[in-house]
T-cell receptor, first 114, second 109 residues
Framework: SAVISQKPSRDICQRGTSLTIQCQVD?????MFWYRQQPGQSLTLIAT?????????ESGFVIDKFPISRPNLTFSTLTVSNMSPEDSSIYLC???????????FGEGSRLTVL | SQQGEEDPQALSIQEGENATMNCSYK?????LQWYRQNSGRGLVHLIL?????REKHSGRLRVTLDTSKKSSSLLITASRAADTASYFC?????????FGKGTRLHILP
């Protein structure tokens, strides 16, 4: 199994600012993903974080708004840029175990934009 | 985009009873997975069933998959208070994993 550490766990931000969320995995994984979850709702895939190259974004999400890095196999960052109250949500980092297909999740970063 | 649709959206049962949740999806998949999420926490993987499998068991969990109907079910037997959580199905295909809307399960004492 893999343990995923995500930080910050929560933050309150002002409109127009940017916040970077970090995700560290303690073991080898294959794919890494970033999801967004509104309280009480399901998870929406933002993008697949690709090692050493540009992330693959889902419809409705763009690199300028959600730049993602993955400089190595076990670390990734998601930046929420030029935030508005609509960006208030829980952002979840996940990683797929080698050969298992199973996703491991961090505890999430709860972001509130005022 | 949302792939899986769980039903029911919410389910309340007495402790000790069995709970059944269903999931339908739209496109072809490599596998289907079920996850549990306790309030305010990250998701925990429960079980994975591959597209060429029809049934799988893990402890008190039983999962079925019908690829012809594009549906799956999760059965939790002899429910316990600790089973209270949201349950999500997730389908893997095209190198990504898409989650359904989830079922909120509440176990009554």
């Amino acid at each position: 199994s893999a343990v995923i550490s995500q930080k910050p766990s929560r933050d309150i931000c002002q409109r127009g600012t940017s916040l970077t969320i970090q995700c560290q995995v303690d073991s080898q994984v294959t794919m890494m993903f970033w999801y967004r979850q509104q309280p009480g709702q399901s998870l929406t895939l933002i993008a697949t974080a690709n090692q050493g190259s540009e992330a693959t974004y889902e419809s409705g999400f763009v690199i300028d708004k959600f730049p993602i890095s993955r400089p190595n196999l076990t670390f990734s960052t998601l930046t929420v840029s030029n935030m508005s109250p609509e960006d208030s949500s829980i952002y979840l980092c996940s990683a797929e175990g080698v050969g298992s297909g199973e996703l491991f999740f961090g505890e999430g970063s709860r972001l509130t934009v005022l | 985009s949302q792939q899986g649709e769980e039903d029911p959206q919410a389910l309340s049962i007495q402790e000790g009873e069995n709970a059944t949740m269903n999931c339908s999806y739209k496109t072809s998949i490599n596998n289907l997975q079920w996850y549990r999420q306790n309030s305010g926490r990250g998701l925990v993987h429960l079980i994975l069933i591959r597209s060429n499998e029809r049934e799988k068991h893990s402890g008190r969990l039983r999962v079925t998959l019908d690829t012809s109907k594009k549906s799956s079910s999760l059965l939790i037997t002899a429910s316990r208070a600790a089973d209270t959580a949201s349950y999500f199905c997730a389908t893997e295909g095209n190198d990504k994993i898409i989650f359904g809307k989830g079922t909120r399960l509440h176990i009554l004492p």
